[in-house]
């Protein structure tokens, strides 16, 4: 009990004086926090995050698919394959470069019997048949590598929509592009001029009548359509 | 997340592992500050003690009157404890009419017990802060990690993983180490200025026991005379 009572007496002042100062240190560091905080009016906006894969794009070159192999349901209907992953991307496009030169033979065959037949005659059913699945090939791979090329940002939603105006060289580089109709959320339409950029040089055809009639300048319209919101 | 930042939240938002090692921290931080005044106070006394029993001892006084004056205290200094186990061993040597080696062997050993008894006085608590010193940066670190875990387990069912989803974990698992730091300063910091301290004591009880052995040999030569 005396014992007791030496300790207290030994220890009771250093205890009081190092509880006064920890109180003191908190409230001044609690005070110091509140005025070097930052201004209220920052609002971070914490991102959603996504999981999706896929942009519907309308160009302005809306052909009626023929039915031969390039209309396929994969190329034809790109908003049904959700799920379509890299390489299955890859697989098409070697598909389609192989259809393309195909179609670029046999148009050049029409081109070259239209011409001997009558110069300036107006060309034959097939021939334009032929010329409509050549730009639908076309279409397609800009289709796909805009795709490829695209990285949402976290803001994007379903609802959003930017329709993005591109001009062409005859080379297939890009002229310009701009959005003509923006989605609203800035980040989103940087992010769709990005992906065109990044998928320039386009692969455009080497028949300058086409190029011209269809290549020159086209809108994309970007649209996450299968957003989990 | 748009609450400002306050100490309060930070610590109350984390994880109650990390929670579990602030609270430790911040007790173990008050008991190193109670120990640190403690000793501090503890050893300014000691010097002040033994800077005013030198001036005392060479006033000029006999002895024995310095020593009957000091035997009345209820509550001896340390030096002053030094002074009457020296001098009562001599006192109760040389009665026994014991020659002067055997009287100067018997007064060296007991005032080296005293000196020994007074050193183990004066270094309690250092062992403490040292040990807090060496180790509180370790638990902070600790903690840190495991709220870094933490806040990283919790991405894994994000798919886009942004500073902003990363950072508020972080932020509360970095206090752990911040109160560490805390800890481990002052106790180091501490912990060195009273071993020095210490250190200089001891010396002064080193050297006033030579002296006071000199004056008690020759006090004995003196009596066999």
């Known amino acids: 009990m005396k014992k007791t009572i030496v300790y207290v007496r030994r220890y009771a002042i250093a205890f009081v004086v190092a509880l006064v100062f920890h109180l003191t240190l908190f409230a001044s560091l609690q005070a110091a926090i509140e005025t070097l905080a930052p201004e209220p009016d920052k609002i971070i906006i914490e991102p959603k995050p996504l999981k999706a894969r896929l942009i519907r794009l309308r160009p302005e070159v809306t052909v009626p698919v023929p039915p031969t192999a390039v209309s396929s349901p994969r190329t034809s209907r790109p908003d049904s394959d959700a799920e379509k992953t890299l390489t299955d991307l890859e697989d098409e496009q070697e598909h389609l470069e192989r259809l393309k030169r195909e179609r670029e033979a046999r148009l050049a065959e029409l081109r070259d019997r239209a011409f001997k037949d009558a110069v300036g005659e107006e060309l034959t059913a097939e021939t334009l048949d032929a010329i409509e699945d050549l730009s639908q090939v076309y279409v397609t791979s800009i289709y796909l590598s805009v795709v490829q090329n695209w990285s949402r940002p976290p803001s994007a939603r379903n609802d959003m929509s930017a329709i993005v105006l591109v001009e062409l060289f005859p080379s297939g580089d890009l002229n310009t592009a701009g959005v003509i109709e923006s989605s609203g959320d800035d980040a989103f339409d940087r992010s769709a001029l990005n992906a065109v950029k990044r998928a320039a040089p386009f692969e455009v055809p080497d028949d300058l009548a086409l190029f011209e009639s269809n290549f020159r300048s086209f809108t994309l319209n970007f649209n996450p359509q299968d957003l989990l919101r | ?225």
Do not use: C
């Open chain 2, 1 to 225: 997340m748009n609450e400002p930042l306050s100490v309060y939240s930070l610590i109350a938002n984390a994880s109650w592992p990390v929670l579990v090692i602030i609270i430790g921290l911040m007790l173990a931080s008050l008991v190193s500050w109670t120990m640190i005044v403690q000793r501090w106070l503890a050893l300014s006394k000691a010097l002040r003690d033994l800077q005013a029993f030198e001036d005392f001892f060479w006033s000029g006084r006999n002895l024995r009157d310095i020593y009957d004056d000091i035997s009345k205290e209820a509550d001896p200094t340390a030096i002053e404890s030094v002074f009457v186990a020296g001098f009562s061993e001599f006192e109760r040597l040389s009665e026994q009419n014991a020659d002067t080696d055997a009287i100067m062997t018997g007064v060296q050993r007991a005032t080296r017990v005293a000196v020994t008894r007074e050193e183990i006085n004066l270094e309690l608590h250092l062992g403490f802060l040292a040990t807090l010193g060496s180790t509180a940066p370790y638990i902070g670190l600790f903690g840190t990690v495991i709220g870094i875990i933490n806040s990283f387990r919790s991405l894994v069912n994000l798919s886009q993983a942004t500073l902003a989803s990363v950072a508020p974990g972080i932020s509360e698992a970095l206090i752990a180490t911040a109160i560490g730091l805390f800890v481990a300063i002052p106790a180091v910091i501490a912990f060195n200025r009273f071993s020095a301290r210490v250190e200089v004591l001891t010396k002064g009880y080193d050297s006033f026991v030579d002296e006071l052995i000199s004056i008690l040999f020759r006090a004995s030569q003196a009596r066999r005379a």
